[in-house]
């Protein structure tokens, strides 16, 4: 039955609180452990059609007439565009048409950063349209950039209001501390840089118009397009088959598909806005920098008695607070913890979440500092994290729905163990060591989700929901999930989603969601189309009679089962938990650094397909060592404008730079959460990298990183410092 | 535009000479060059080996497993870019490929493009050159360059031969080249002489598929040793012992050089 | 003319269209990806004369007369099944170009070691990190 609820809806840290119908999630878990297909490795379900070019993704869909779009992005940081002159350009040859300045909101005049959209031309080939923005005629005025988020915060440019958050008397914390260490952390900008760029191709169909967008969110599009449009949300078609990633970057309409929706209007086409990857580093978001002023007192007996932060998120132009603090609050039992988080608008571009926003950077720095502790008070680094583990959320006292972060530290043991070992192999110049930490963040999902599930006399099933899958493999989740709960073979079931069309509403993917958020809806969905098949075989007189038998009666009628997702368990903390283990080398007269090992451990209840599993957390693990080592977007300390926008200067990870990884989950269903227990995964992994291999070179070399990436600059300082400090230990 | 893709060196004529394409086609695109003409030289500049002499319009990834050829260029061809850089970059291309200098590539009007400020000096120049960098301060980043300047080789045009340093030079207030070719003369081979022993040691910012921070290439005959150097000058660098000049924000270079120079002299 | 998985198309395009242009708008073969579209990231390889080779940087003009396999050639070649059974895929997009390049480097040396693989397949950047299944991928290969 549905039920109106007042519930707290999270989003990658964000909460608000919400009105929701919800339908009661009536189902008992499945037991633990591995059952006949949820629990074991399979296979995507869509891997040939990937891996072969045959998927078809948005940047390769060519629609009859299709025109192509060339959009013309501020090359100022901060400017206004005194006048533009359109016309050169509408007479090119091949163009169709073109929009400037307030033709629709997201075309504007006044520049807050390089890369916002000034102006757009299509035409019939690319090629046309971009030599077409070449023509246009524009008058700007340059202004001043605003680029430093300290002095941004001094002069009261912020995205909003200070958040201050404390619990206890962080004061009397210090005060009473035995020991206090502090440190000035600061993260570098980083691109999402997913391989398919931003794009849309919108048509005009009827009084409707369909949208086939590379999108992490089939149904905000469709109602962010509704409302930017005026439209009534049934009169947009979102299609999104196949992507090609997105880490946050990827869940808004942003100004390509609006660009496009009004070209497609103005020439009665459908129309393809496109970005190339020199746009997508500098319009489309980014992990935003940060500075980080810590400070950690405890006793000698390594009991945390104060945690102290001072934050500053360089959120850029716009885009919101993301909770670097957040780490500070929830990692650790300590009884005073107080933070300020600052959000600093400046005139670069726009933060957008990436992959557990505000939690990697917070994590880098706080667990970097646990170890400078650790070091201090000659402490075990894991015994120390045991010590203050918080048995419950003491940010809001409430318990959390299930934790097994000891577990994780329980099973890092022997990974951790191979420190000794691992120091052993240092060499004059080369010298070895092993860090860890510890990782916390969201990923409960929740409501509302919808599935449907159709069963033929062929007893075949399809699953169908309006959900997308970004690459994660949770397509493949939910043809796990509704195969057993009906208990029909894995290959007797399809996945039917990607469109707003055909199905009902999903969750968005990110914040680590879409499996918690949609598995239970199709296990539900599954279990109605169950139920009634089980009904069927009892008029039958075989109660006990398998599925396929019952069903091939049906001829052309089918079974149609109908779910939903249950709410979150109420007055509780759903979180994930983890640990990871880094071994790294560092030459200590070049400063190259390699990560030799990584060994991660995560919590995040029920794993539906092990094999996927392990594909999320190394490509985490992989995101966090180009976030810890080799990404970093640039931009000219003067004006502001971006230097790094070509994959040769952005430097992502390749296969050689990555080192062995070994991946457990503890796979412990959270009793409390959904018909499944199971969290996401999408994000936990990249949570913890940096600081782990952080603290790794800290137990190498004696230095203490206080910056991100790790370039050969910031290694030589801290090795140099270390140096000092040492020599200055000696001469006292 | 046209292409032209002539089967003697008669035939070339005018135009922009295009072998692998790794460099100009990327610049083509970007606006960088410009080109009415394009000439496929393929066909009419030499590949392959001849005993001390090598094509220049042999690949990278047929050198770097070449055992004919010092072991300093094969090192500096291995860890030059990517594989399929590798597989299509000729030689002589690699030779005359431009900086990385983002300004440059970003189309700012620098030096090099003719104008009248090095943006670098002033911004971000943390890649940037540590010898030479007063009036342009973007660094060379051929690995093959280097490990040829140290082995001395000898550069046959389609009008001369000289040696491989003075391919390059300074760009200067009145003329902004880096290279001393003329118009319409393409590099035909390049003859490295034999050596006692050769090492090319690199230090980048990924295990693989970066462009140097600072390349070393050292090589000994008998007891001379002839030490050059990439990504730390406007051109491949012949160290001879002379103090960097680094700017404020890429001194770190300077430590990075000075342990990878000893290492390649040990490893002699 | 270009010849592409043993086909001969007749090139309508421009000189200066790339061979990735050509392969993917004028062909619609569409399995080339094209990500960054200057070389840098190893979406659009194709094999020229069995050769790894940047398409987006490629001229198509430059390669009348030369054999272009791109991914459709290689649909059967048992590194597809490979690369689905080792999970060495998330999103997919930049695979039909790791898969072309492992082709070749497994079709000059059928046993790669590691250090092999990771040398032969550091143009192409895979964002969803899926590289040790790759790896996995190409050293577990069964021609």
């Known amino acids: 039955m549905a039920r109106l609820i007042r519930t707290e809806k999270e989003v990658e840290g964000r909460y608000e609180e919400v009105w929701i119908v919800v339908e009661e999630d009536a189902l008992d878990q499945w037991p633990a452990g591995p059952l006949k297909i949820v629990g074991r490795d399979a296979l995507r379900v869509d891997g040939y059609e990937r891996a072969r070019g045959e998927a078809v993704y948005t940047a390769d869909l060519e629609l009859p007439g299709m025109l192509h779009t060339a959009v013309l992005r501020s090359p100022h940081a901060h400017a206004r565009v005194r006048s533009i002159d359109l016309s050169k350009a509408l007479a090119a040859p091949g163009v169709h048409a073109a929009i400037g300045p307030r033709d629709i909101p997201q075309l504007v005049d006044e520049c807050g950063y390089q890369g916002v959209a000034v102006a757009a031309v299509c035409a019939d080939s690319y090629g046309h349209a971009r030599a077409a923005l070449a023509l246009i005629d524009f008058d700007w005025e340059v202004r001043e950039p605003l680029l430093d988020p300290d002095e941004a915060v001094a002069r009261k440019s912020t995205i909003a209001d200070a958040r201050v958050r404390e619990r206890g008397d962080a004061d009397k914390g210090l005060a009473e501390a035995d020991v206090v260490v502090e440190g000035e952390f600061r993260t570098q900008v980083v691109l999402h840089n997913s391989m398919e760029t931003h794009q849309a191709v919108v048509q005009w169909v009827g009084d409707g118009i369909d949208v086939y967008i590379s999108t992490q969110y089939i149904w905000g599009i469709r109602d962010e397009v509704a409302e930017g449009l005026g439209l009534p949300g049934d009169k947009v078609r979102v299609v999104c088959n196949y992507m090609g990633g997105g880490f946050g970057s990827k869940n808004g309409a942003d100004d390509y598909t609006f660009i496009a929706a009004e070209l497609a209007k103005r020439t009665g086409r459908p129309v393809k806005c496109a970005l190339t990857r020199r746009e997508e580093n500098v319009a489309v978001g980014n992990r935003n920098a940060t500075i980080q002023r810590l400070k950690v007192g405890a006793k000698s007996d390594g009991t945390l008695t104060a945690l102290v932060g001072e934050y500053v998120n360089a959120v850029g132009w716009s885009g919101w607070n993301a909770p670097t603090d957040g780490p500070l609050h929830t990692l650790y039992a300590c009884a005073n913890v107080r933070s300020t988080l600052h959000g600093a608008k400046i005139n670069t571009p726009p933060m957008k979440a990436f992959r557990a926003p505000g939690f990697v950077e917070g994590t880098f720095g706080l667990e970097s500092l646990i170890d400078e502790l650790a070091a201090k008070l000659d402490l075990d680094p894991l015994e120390l994290r045991r010590i203050n583990h918080a048995d419950h959320d003491a940010s809001d006292d409430r318990p959390f729905s299930s934790k097994n972060l000891l577990e994780c530290y329980r099973r890092a043991e022997p990974h951790w163990e191979r420190r000794h070992e691992v120091r052993t192999r240092s060499t004059e110049t080369v010298k070895r060591g092993v860090g860890m930490a510890s990782q916390i963040w ?32 949770t397509k493949t989740a939910m043809a796990m999930i509704a195969a057993e709960e009906l208990g029909i073979p894995l290959d007797h079931v399809t996945v039917s989603l990607g469109d707003s069309s055909r199905g009902p509403y999903a969750a968005i993917s990110a914040g680590s969601s879409t499996t918690p958020s949609m598995g239970p809806a199709v296990r539900a969905a599954a279990a109605d189309a169950r139920r009634q098949i089980e009904e069927i075989a009892e008029q039958r007189g075989t109660p006990d009679a398998p599925l396929a038998e019952v069903v091939a009666m049906l001829e052309d009628a089918q079974i149609l089962g109908k779910g939903a997702r249950g709410p979150n368990p109420t007055g509780m903390q759903v979180l994930t938990f983890g640990v990871q283990v880094a071994e790294v080398a560092v030459d200590i007269e070049t400063g190259e650094i390699w990560v030799e090992r990584i060994a991660a451990v995560h919590d995040v209840g029920r794993v539906i397909n092990p094999l996927g599993a392990r594909s999320q957390i190394e490509g985490g693990i992989i995101q966090g060592i180009g976030h810890t ?92 410092e270390a140096r000092e400090r040492s020599g200055a230990k000696a001469t006292v | 535009m046209e292409l032209k893709r002539p089967s003697s060196l008669a035939e070339v004529g005018d135009g922009l000479a295009l072998a692998g394409g790794t460099e100009v086609v990327p610049l083509l695109r970007s606006g960088i060059l410009s080109a009415d003409t394009l000439v496929d030289v393929r066909g009419v500049v030499p590949a392959g080996i001849d005993g001390t002499t090598i094509g220049a319009a042999a690949t990278l990834a047929e050198l770097e497993v070449d055992p004919q050829i010092p072991g300093a260029l094969r090192e500096a061809c291995r860890l030059a870019a990517s594989p399929q850089l590798r597989n299509m970059g000729t030689l002589a291309g690699n030779l005359l490929q431009s900086t990385r200098c983002w300004y440059w590539r970003l189309k700012w009007p620098c030096r090099l493009h003719g104008g009248d400020e090095c943006f670098a000096i002033e911004g971000e120049h943390r890649e940037h050159a540590i010898f030479a960098n007063d009036f342009c301060a973007s660094a060379h980043p051929s690995d093959v360059a280097a490990a040829l300047l140290a082995l001395d080789a000898t550069v046959t045009t389609t009008s001369r031969t000289f040696g491989i340093g003075e391919l390059y030079r300074l760009s200067t207030d009145d003329d902004r080249n880096t290279t001393t070719l003329e118009d319409g003369e393409l590099i035909l081979s390049v003859d490295v002489p034999p050596c006692d022993a050769s090492v090319y040691l690199k230090a980048m910012d990924r295990k693989r598929w970066s462009f140097p921070i600072v390349g070393v290439a050292a090589v000994r005959r008998g007891s001379e040793t002839r030490v050059a150097l990439a990504g730390v000058a406007p051109v491949p660098w012949l160290y001879d012992g002379s103090e960097p000049t680094p700017l404020p924000g890429n001194a770190y270079k300077v430590e990075i050089l000075d342990a990878l120079v000893r290492r390649a002299r040990a490893a002699l | 003319m270009l ?41 659009c390889t194709v094999l020229v004369d069995g050769v790894p080779t940047l398409s987006c940087i490629t001229l198509a003009h430059t390669v009348e007369g030369a054999k272009v396999t791109t991914i459709e050639g290689l649909r059967e070649h048992p590194m597809v099944d490979a690369f689905v059974r080792s999970d060495a895929l998330q999103c997919g997009f930049c695979t039909p170009g790791q898969i072309v390049s492992a082709v070749a480097l497994v079709e000059s040396t059928p046993s790669p070691s590691d250090e092999q693989i990771r040398h032969a397949m550091a143009g192409n950047i895979c964002r969803c990190g899926a590289y040790p299944r790759i790896e996995e991928a190409i050293r577990t290969w069964q021609g």
């Open chain 1, 629 to 720: 080592l080799s990404e970093e977007r640039l931009h000219d300390p003067r004006s502001g404008t971006i230097l790094t926008t070509t994959l040769d200067a952005y430097r992502l990870p390749t296969i050689a730079d990555v080192p062995e990884i070994h991946s457990e989950l503890v796979d412990e269903p959270d009793t409390h959460l959904t018909n499944l227990g199971s969290k996401g995964l999408g994000e936990p992994p990249i949570v913890p990298t940096a600081a782990a291999i952080a603290n790794a070179i800290r137990d190498a070399t004696g230095a203490d990183v206080r910056q991100l990436p790790i370039s050969r600059a910031e290694m030589l300082r801290a090795l140099k």
């Open chain 1, 442 to 473: 969201y990923g409960g999902g929740g409501p509302p989700s919808y599935a449907w599930v159709r069963v033929g006399s062929d007893g075949r099933a399809t699953v169908v929901t309006a959900m997308q899958d970004i690459g994660t493999g």
């Open chain 3, 3 to 43: 010849n592409v998985n043993g086909h001969q198309y007749e090139l309508k395009a421009s000189v200066g269209t790339t061979l990735a242009e050509a392969l993917r708008d004028e062909l619609r073969l569409t399995g080339t990806k094209v990500a960054c579209a200057e070389g840098h990231c190893g979406a």
